[in-house]
């Protein structure tokens, strides 16, 4: 028989499986998203074969439309360089960075507020949220994942502290680096949780375990250290680096950005419904407030109530600014499933000595079970179908090129001199494509061109064009073969 460690053990690793399951799903099937993956995956690619670690770069020029710190770019630089370039590779840390959270969920549960079974009910919520599943977040080779991942650290960091209010020394070293890699993975973003940690940090009179410590400040310190310092380093090696960042990064929270960017107050809300973000979840969350009045331990009635001030004032913070991308919801994810864990758990042992006094703990964590299959299944498969591979699950107006440029690999990976076309406005329309040319010339020699006029092909040359108004046009140059074909687009021979 099993010991009671032993079973704690098997069932974190059951869980942390069935977690990876999901996120590996299919993983490098999806070729590279646009927008800003292809241009990420650019820049981290581009940062593993040039060895240039400090200076972000685009076609081997400073990238003027990426300003943000490097710590996830590298990060896909080491996972590229241990298991080869691939979309596997370059999405990994934020897959590891999903993995994180949930291992984090149920690790504060079963440890600080001593509730494993509000661990295990948590982690089912995230793996069932559209929104963090989402391509932009914990499957796909953006930022947000990893910024996520320290955001949600440095805050349960914080908050075991002021349960426990031991190891101040450890502690604010531990949060001095966990603040230092949140900003190193997108800047200021990294900083958006400290507001509310000082203002949980002010009830129960918490504060007695923070301000009179000097560890806080010498944390401060080397925080501003870190964020200051990179700033000044990267304006010393790139002159009007800092002019350029506060064009990009400062003025969202002006009003100043894309026409689309410009969203109302309620669109954070009203994506969790109308996107699938958080559907049906959403509606759920309000009937989380009782477990303030029916926690089991004062540690679980408080951590309700800071996991409830984080997400709200954090979701009010994001919904004032004018400017608004759908992916800036990341962080509340973990703690919206925290608060409805928890309010599966308490609720049940809330029933139990009122309703179910003649059953055992048994029949109790059945009823548990069930309530979270009822919750979760029709969600878990809409993540399963959209995390299930098929080419038309691609933007084919603008990925179409990466879809068919893989299915010509696996096909004819004998085929290694090729020109793609692609007529476009704006030469970041042709990311995708950048990154499947030096992928594919660095990891298996090939010799790919990119063209975007009419007058610049030629007799004799091979090319995979998608675009099927300008494959007219070019039939009333050349004669052409098709070589291959799919519904995605061809590569042919023009004669």
């Given amino acids: 028989m099993a010991t009671p460690d032993l079973q704690k053990l098997n069932i974190a690793i059951a869980l942390m499986f069935f977690c990876a399951v999901v996120f590996f799903h299919d993983l490098g099937k999806f070729p590279i998203y646009m927008w800003d993956e292809a241009r990420y995956a650019n820049n981290s690619l581009e940062m593993l074969l040039n060895g240039d670690f400090l200076n972000v770069k685009m076609d081997g020029q400073i990238d003027r439309w990426n300003y943000k710190p490097p710590l996830v770019l590298w990060l896909q630089v080491v996972s590229m360089k241990i298991f080869g370039i691939s979309e596997w ?72 502290y002021l349960f426990e209010g031991k190891n101040s020394f450890i502690t604010f070293s531990l949060l001095a680096f966990l603040v230092s890699c949140a900003f190193l993975s997108k800047g200021l973003p990294g900083f958006f949780l400290l507001p509310f940690l000082f203002i949980i940090s002010l009830l129960h009179k918490n504060y007695q375990k923070v301000f009179p410590h000097k560890m806080l400040y010498l944390a401060v310190l080397l925080v501003l250290l870190v964020s200051v310092g990179y700033y000044w380093l990267r ?58 009045s029916i926690g089991r331990t004062l540690q679980i009635r408080r951590f309700y109530l800071y996991c409830l001030i984080i997400s709200v004032g954090y979701l009010l913070f994001i919904s004032y600014p004018v400017v608004k991308l759908a992916w800036y919801d990341a962080p509340l994810y973990p703690f919206f499933c925290l608060m409805l864990g928890m309010a599966v758990t308490e609720g049940a042992f809330w029933l139990k000595p009122r309703f179910l006094s003649k059953f055992s703990n048994v029949a109790v964590y059945i009823l548990i079970g069930l309530v979270m ?17 098929h080419p038309t699950k691609m933007a084919l107006e603008w990925e179409a090129e990466g879809v068919v440029m893989k299915q010509l690999f696996t096909a004819w990976p004998g085929e290694k001199d090729y020109t793609v076309f692609r007529k476009v406005t704006d030469e970041v329309h042709l990311d995708q494509i950048k990154f499947y040319k030096k992928m594919y010339s660095a990891r298996n020699g090939y010799k790919i061109d990119i063209k975007r006029e009419l007058t610049a092909l030629k007799s004799n040359e091979k090319v995979l064009i998608c675009q099927n108004n300008w494959l007219d046009s070019i039939q009333h140059i050349f004669q ?16």
């Fill in 373 to 389: 299959i009822l919750l979760c299944f029709k969600s878990s498969q809409y993540i399963w179908e959209k995390t299930t591979y």
């Fill in 235 to 292: 304006e010393l090696v790139l002159p009007g680096y800092w002019a350029l960042l506060k064009k990009s990064e400062f003025n969202r929270f002006s009003g100043e950005g894309l026409g689309w960017h410009v969203q109302s107050f309620s669109f954070y809300i009203q994506n969790f419904i109308t996107l699938h973000r958080f559907n049906p979840f959403v509606y759920l969350v309000p009937f989380t407030l009782p477990v303030l």
């Fill in 480 to 495: 052409i073969e098709i070589l291959f074909e799919s519904e995605q687009g061809k590569l042919i021979l023009l004669k």
């Fill in 89 to 160: 590779a370059v999405r990994l840390p934020s897959v590891l960075a999903g993995l994180g959270i949930a291992a984090l969920m149920y690790g504060f549960c079963a440890s600080v507020l001593k509730s494993r079974l509000a661990g295990i009910t948590s982690v089912p919520f995230l793996m069932a949220s559209g929104g963090f599943l989402h391509s932009h977040i914990a499957r796909s080779a953006d930022l947000d994942a990893v910024l996520t991942f320290f955001l949600f650290a440095y805050a349960l960091l914080f908050i075991h």
